[in-house]
């Protein structure tokens, strides 16, 4: 797909876990909704693994960069 979105922010909830994520076309996304674009390959740099907890989690694509990690882009 040539047009895939890029994960620019993300909005955490008080946990720090990440609940929204706002894509690069400024749409805002759910965390299940970006889990499945991401299977869709809709979302570049990103992808959905199972951990041990047995659900599903959304993570960008090891790199060897720090600064393009979910958890490191800015706030929104």
């Given amino acids: 797909m040539a047009n895939r979105e890029q994960v620019v922010a ?3 909830n ?3 876990d990440i609940v ?3 894509l690069s ?3 805002v996304v759910g965390y299940k909704e970006a889990q499945q674009m991401a299977k869709n390959d809709q979302i570049e740099n990103v992808n ?3 951990g041990r907890d047995g659900d ?3 993570r960008s694509n090891p790199d060897g960069r ?3 990690n979910l958890d490191n ?3 929104f």
């Fill in 10 to 12: 993300v909005r955490k």
């Fill in 20 to 22: 929204g994520l706002k």
């Fill in 56 to 58: 599903e989690h959304l």
């Fill in 48 to 50: 959905v693994f199972r």
């Fill in 73 to 75: 882009l800015p706030g």
């Fill in 25 to 27: 076309s400024g749409q």
């Fill in 14 to 16: 008080g946990d720090g």
């Fill in 66 to 68: 720090e600064d393009n």
